[in-house]
């Protein structure tokens, strides 16, 4: 065998594991290869946390068992999440699967392909771009009632502050892509520390971080509404590189339904909290994340979360259909709402939110912000240059085509917003 191509399925916090497994394919003296048939070991890091996210497995899986069925792949490895939820269905579907190597469990890999165990796993950048994630924490203690997480990844498990500063002082040093930006990830960010420090130690973490020279940026998602404290404000007003993009989730704005789900901020607590954030730090950005449809939702509910939507200038919204998972709280309670009127519910919400994207979004034309230039733009017309303003996370918000002479991939530039088309951003460099 020589060549390996590793499947990253669902999220970033798993995109950090498969990183390490690629530095464990690497280490076997295997070359990464750009497709699955052109590899002779084909690894599935998977995600199953959702029952689509079954689906899309089953989907990916069955097209490598026809490869390797065709022996146009030697070897099919599968680990990651479905370890933990579906791997029973999984191994009587696919007896093509020649290892199945439990969450995380490098160990395991390092064993099937004959190497010596190390204690501690680098990691390979497998995506490209001049950002990095730094997974801060695994596993949830929150146990939202719809959520299969903490069954998966199990308790909140914090990882050492020294060891999370080696790790991103590690990831820095990567000579083909050397990161501008720190992504800061886990289920919820803002309990990191509680389980080791016996307090919350996301402050402290960020203030290390932020003395590392070579990160420019340092965004933090996932941060749990009911664990943010308003006083870490004062950080953000005092450390420069960590933006002032605040991605918090809160599922849902009507007080029932977030008792339900096992959430503790109401309404106007949450409506108070972003007020308190966008007046406090003037010209920050809200990104947050909704369930549409959840058990006892009523037309009034939907309507109130539109309401609410409306109240608070989010620039960026997610929105998902509510699924009832199978050993979940949620799934047995009454009330369900029907696929149909999930949807209904949810597209109204995006359809409500695109419109005041763009005309926030419009509100940067004719200013100049800071844009991280990541790559060539794949269209000459786009403008000669692919990036993202401070204000769009990787992969979730959208790019920026920039116009300019000879700029640098991994550099920030100063660009003049020049036009707004749907979520992504047109314009010139004016400075480095
Ligand atoms: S905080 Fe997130 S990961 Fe944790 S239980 Fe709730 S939804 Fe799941």
Redesign the pocket.
């Known amino acids: 065998m020589n060549s390996f191509y590793l499947e990253s399925l669902g999220c970033a916090k798993n995109l950090v594991d498969s990183e390490r497994y690629a530095s464990i394919l690497h280490r076997a003296g295997l070359e990464a290869a750009e497709y699955p048939e052109e590899a002779d070991l084909v690894l599935v890091n998977t995600c199953s946390?959702l029952v689509d996210s079954l689906r899309e497995l089953d989907l990916v899986l069955s097209d490598l068992a026809q490869l390797k069925r065709e022996e146009r792949i030697e070897q099919l490895v599968v680990t990651g999440c479905v370890m933990n939820r579906g791997q029973k269905e999984f191994r009587e579907l696919y007896p093509e699967v020649d290892a199945w190597i439990g969450l995380k469990d490098f160990a395991a890999l390092e064993a099937w392909l004959g190497l010596a165990q190390q204690a501690n796993h680098e990691r390979v950048g497998i995506q490209g771009g001049y950002h990095r994630y730094l997974r801060i924490s695994d596993g949830?203690?929150?146990?939202?009632s719809?959520?299969?997480?903490?069954s998966i990844?199990g308790p909140l498990r914090s990882i050492d502050m020294d060891v999370l500063v080696r790790e991103a002082e590690a990831l820095a040093r990567d000579e083909d892509y050397p990161p501008c930006e720190l992504v800061v990830i886990a289920?919820?960010t803002a309990n990191y520390g509680l389980d080791i420090y016996g307090r919350k130690a996301l402050p402290e973490l960020l203030e290390r971080l932020h003395a590392i020279p070579q990160y420019k940026w340092i965004r933090v998602l996932?941060i749990?509404p009911d664990h943010f404290d308003l006083e870490w404000l004062e950080l953000w007003k005092t450390l420069p590189k960590l933006l002032p993009y605040f991605e918090i989730?809160i599922?849902h704005s009507e007080d029932h339904l977030l008792t339900a789900?096992?959430?503790q901020k109401g309404r106007l607590e949450l409506e108070k909290m972003f007020n308190a954030i966008l007046s406090e730090i003037p010209g920050s950005v809200l990104r947050t994340t909704l369930i549409s449809g959840f058990p006892g939702e009523t037309k009034e509910d939907a309507l109130a979360l539109q309401d609410f939507v409306k109240r608070v200038p989010f620039l960026h919204l997610g929105v998902f259909n509510y699924s009832a998972e199978e050993g979940t709280p949620a799934a047995e309670m009454i009330g369900q709402v029907s696929a149909k009127t999930s949807t209904r519910r949810r597209d109204r919400l995006l359809e409500q939110q695109e419109e005041r994207t763009a005309r926030r979004l419009e509100s940067y034309v004719g200013k100049t912000v800071d844009v991280l230039i990541e790559d060539l733009a794949d269209d000459e017309e786009d403008g000669g240059y692919q990036g993202r303003a401070w204000f769009q996370a990787p992969e979730i918000d959208g790019l920026t085509y920039v116009q300019g002479q000879d700029l640098e991939a991994g550099k920030i530039y100063r660009v003049q917003i020049d036009d707004v088309i749907g979520v992504d951003l047109f314009g010139r460099v004016v400075a480095e």
Not at 140 to 144: H, L
Not at 146 to 150: R, S
Request: some cysteine; aromatic content about 14%; hydrophobic content about 20%.
């Open positions: 946390f949830c203690a929150n146990n939202c719809y959520c299969t997480i903490p990844r289920q919820d996932y749990h989730p599922q789900m096992n959430r």
